[in-house]
């Protein structure tokens, strides 16, 4: 038995899927390039009103309560690609057969999943969760699901043995079935295809064949010698008795949802909403394929600044009192931590970081990339729209927002084995939001975990993503034993610049100017023990490090001693605690 | 016998359950809430002694000995450092511990310790460092697990002491709630006392009430106490000693080198600690005060 799932007025349907709320409303499609736009699409409401495909752009907007949408052709491919995912959540063995419809190969299905009627019930369930409103249709063969599915609305399941009899009722029309293609990309064929359908459908109708029983009905020899085997096949098509084999495909992993906004957004707000709309759409198409997803690509498309209103700023945003914009948690102001500025010794940046915003022009559009990378797999939407916000937050676009491209990489759900006696460890959902909440508080490149760099130069370490991974069993037995307690060194960030007295070149006596404390006579030294390195580099380095025991006010305290060979200076680098 | 009812009954003046007054025989012998609640006369069944407090009805509100909730004793989890754990016990889990002493006591090479003991034990650890005063080189040779330790670098150069704290208390806040982890250290030691001291009790009191009844260990390191009664463990450093090469240095005073400076190397410190106090017994602690050595990473 085969199912068919198709998606009735698709360029609607797609953007229905972006735009829920548009499903009460008048709404016509156009294409084309302006002046010459012309509508494309229209649902009832707008059929209602007089709205027909191929009116010009112009002459609909004459019609109050008309919404007007470009025809979107990522929104179309979004609302494929979840066709195809809900497909696949119910077979393997899936057949894309056009845009608006996917075929499903049940066979062996009713043990796992039970009785058709479930299965078809199922499917128009998993395709409302995905944003779709779909006709599903059950039959023994792929053609006649597809009749049933293109003429009855809802779930038809069609018995074995009676599909001419189930399908009898429906017009001839929908043996032609209308296809949603590009017309750049048809081009030629498809104006062909078109003129021959409507050929053939004019000459039904001058025979008066108005129904598939009225065509299955009409004698073969006759039929084939005025419309030859095109004729055959339609009659074989009314009968319901075509068969063939589907021709499976592999659906590709491609998880991406975008929405083209009627009017650019500059606010935060408004843009988490679309954001959660598009993650919970990426997330149940993930879930319907069993699979998370490690990586998350955020691409905006900003106002074209050069042709920006003199009565806006230079975000694109209507002038309004400071405080007004101090208020408000808008995008284009500048509400951006800048990055911590590195020293000389500074330490690489973590690698596995979001990448730093990329500003580029394609002709007109300034493009506005953020990519989130999750320690693990993941698949929850609201954890993720926090994380954009957090980051958002922290790295504004600076432009209003005209469109939001969304793209999640698959990834296998992640295994853990869990254990009664196993130590604490955080959550990986909750970990990765409190990690973003801190850095948001004390900067990207400041939280995170060690990474000890191989070099004898001061501060020779970095900073890297800190990753809760699960203890490892082998691991734990071998680091059971007690070490002695080890002497630690506490540093002075940066190091603290001193002036020392010197006798026969060892330092007696010291004062620091930034940290009145650190001043005093030297009770007890070591040293000095020399340092360098990196002379191959522009960044060479030479140093002579003391330990002293120095008298302070109340108390002795221990310091590192550094004197800087190739500057001159000297520097308290930390303590001994 | 639970010291409630008697010292209530003590506080009453009526008579205690072991005095030998007979009341008559009881079996099977009544629960603590039936005893207290209803004042209804004791069954003759078995001798027992029981006093006429059965019939006083002002006893209807205390709660028998049976039934009140026992505290357990939090779990102790070794500090690093044999002689620490022979002082205190360890570190609680699920209570705030106390660190603090003057520059050179040995609070980092504690903490440090703590840390490695912790990431030996598989667990994760945070260090909150307000002051951005880490030596990773020290944390590697202490035998830290470096990827199980999360490090927070708090404020910049140009950042006041105020604005340090406040990102530290914030930063604490979020990685209580988050949770999972097995050691949380809120580095203070550098900051400013009169900086430190502005941290309200409410403040210390809410991060105890956070780590209660989690297995973390929460720990404070910082110049003076300021946490009050909100930390179930006290613990001061100071610095009794240095070891520098093969002599003991244990009158530093002007002239106190023997050896050229050059042949001169730092091997170690004497750290005394006291523990100052303990909620964890209930007995009242005795000050007590242990020494240990710590060894510098060269000196074998």
């Not at chain 1, 010459?36 to 409401?45: D, R, S």
């Amino acid at each position: 038995m085969f199912a068919c799932i198709f998606v009735p007025n698709f360029p609607v349907a797609a953007v229905f899927r972006a735009e829920p709320e548009l499903r009460a409303r008048a709404v016509a499609i156009f294409e084309g390039k302006p002046p010459l736009e012309k509508v494309f699409a229209v649902n009832q409401g707008a059929a209602r009103m007089g709205i027909t495909p191929g009116m010009t752009k112009a002459q609909a907007e004459l019609c109050s309560g008309l919404t007007l949408r470009p025809r979107s052709l990522l929104q179309e491919s979004a609302a494929h690609a979840a066709l195809l995912d809900c497909a696949q959540s119910f077979s393997p063995c899936v057949e894309d057969a056009a845009v608006d419809t996917a075929l499903v190969d049940l066979e062996g299905m009713e043990s796992l999943l039970g009785t058709l009627p479930e299965i078809a019930r199922g499917i128009f369930r998993v395709a409302a969760d995905l944003g779709l409103d779909v006709n599903v249709a059950v039959a023994s063969n792929p053609d006649a699901s597809v009749l049933a599915a293109r003429g009855l609305s809802g779930v038809t399941v069609v018995s074995p043995g009676k599909e001419g009899e189930s399908l009898g009722s429906l017009p001839v029309e929908v043996l032609f079935a209308e296809r949603w293609e590009n017309k750049e990309s048809a081009g030629k064929r498809k104006e062909d295809e078109q003129k021959e359908s409507a050929r053939l459908l004019a000459t039904l109708e001058r025979w008066g064949i108005h129904n598939l029983r009225a065509l299955a009905a009409l004698p073969e020899v006759a039929l084939s010698e005025r419309l030859g085997q095109e004729g055959l096949r339609l009659q074989q098509l009314a009968r319901g008795a075509a068969s063939r084999t589907l021709v499976p495909v592999e659906a590709p992993a491609v998880f991406e949802e975008a929405i083209e906004l009627e009017y650019p957004i500059v606010l935060l707000e408004p843009l988490a909403f679309l954001l959660n709309r598009l993650l919970e759409q990426i997330c149940a198409r993930l879930a319907s394929r069993a699979l998370n997803t490690q990586e998350l690509r955020l691409t905006l498309e900003l106002q074209n600044l050069t042709g920006a209103d003199p009565q806006l700023d230079i975000f694109g945003i209507p002038s309004e009192s400071d405080e007004g914009q101090s208020r408000r948690s808008s995008l284009a102001v500048g509400h951006s931590q800048s990055l911590p500025a590195f020293g000389a010794f500074a330490n690489d940046r973590r690698p596995t970081t979001n990448d730093a915003s990329q500003h580029f022009v394609s002709g007109r559009q300034n493009k506005f990339c953020r990519t989130l990378r999750l320690p693990l797999p993941m698949l929850d939407s609201k954890l993720f729209l926090k994380l954009l916000q957090l980051d958002l937050n922290a790295h504004p676009p600076g432009a209003p927002i005209t469109k939001i491209h969304l793209a999640a990489e698959p990834a296998r759900p992640r295994s853990a084995q869990g254990g009664l006696f196993l130590p604490p460890s955080p959550e990986p959902e909750k970990l990765e939001l409190t990690l973003a909440r801190i850095a948001a508080l004390v900067g990207e490149a400041r939280v995170g975990s060690l990474e000890l760099l191989d070099t004898h130069r001061a501060e020779g370490f970095r900073m890297r993503q800190f990753v809760a991974a699960a203890p490892e069993a082998s691991r734990q037995k071998s680091s059971t034993e007690e070490r002695s307690a080890v002497a630690a060194l506490r540093l002075f960030r940066p190091p603290l610049r001193i002036n020392v007295t010197l006798e026969n070149g060892e330092p007696i006596a010291l004062v620091c100017s930034k940290k009145k404390e650190v001043q005093g006579s030297v009770l007890w030294k070591a040293g000095p023990w020399r340092g360098s390195g990196d002379w191959w580099e522009r960044e060479a380095w030479a140093r002579d490090e003391w330990d002293i025991a120095l008298q302070t006010v109340d108390t002795v305290v221990l310091y590192r001693l550094v004197h800087d060979l190739l500057g001159g200076a000297w520097f308290v680098e930390g303590t001994y605690d | 016998m639970s010291s409630a009812v008697v010292s209530t009954s003590a506080a009453q003046g009526r008579p205690f359950v072991f005095d030998t007054e007979d009341v008559g025989e009881v079996c099977p012998q009544p629960s603590g809430a039936e005893l207290f609640a209803e004042a209804r006369p004791p069954q003759r069944v078995v001798s027992a002694n029981f006093p006429r407090i059965f019939k006083d009805a002002r006893l209807a509100g205390v709660t028998p000995a049976s039934r009140l909730a026992v505290c357990p004793a939090p779990e102790m989890v070794s500090s690093g450092i044999a002689e620490m754990d022979a002082l205190t016990g360890g570190l609680p889990r699920g209570c705030l511990t106390e660190i603090c002493g003057p520059a050179s006591s040995g609070r980092t090479t504690l903490l440090l310790a703590a840390l490695a003991a912790a990431t030996r034990r598989g667990e994760f650890c945070a260090v909150v460092d307000a002051s951005d005063a880490l030596d990773p080189q020290s944390v590697a040779a202490a035998g830290v697990e470096l990827d199980r330790l999360l490090w927070v670098r708090c404020g910049e150069e140009s950042h006041h002491a105020e604005h340090r704290l406040e990102q530290l208390l914030r930063v604490a806040d979020l990685l209580l709630e988050s949770g999972g982890f097995g050691l949380i250290a809120l580095d203070l030691a550098d900051l400013p006392t009169q900086t430190a001291r502005r941290i309200p009790l409410t403040t210390w009191f809410r991060f105890r009430r956070a780590v209660e009844h989690t297995p973390t260990v929460l720990l404070a390191v910082e110049r003076q106490s300021i946490a009050g009664s909100c930390s179930s463990l006290l613990i001061k450093l100071g610095l009794r000693k240095l070891s520098a090469s093969e002599n003991r240095v244990s009158e530093l005073q002007e002239d106190s080198q023997i050896a050229p400076t050059h042949a001169q190397l730092l091997t170690g410190l004497e750290i005394t600690a006291e523990l100052v106090r303990s909620r964890l017994e209930r007995k009242p602690v005795r000050s007590a005060e242990i020494t240990f050595t710590s060894k510098t990473a060269w000196a074998g």
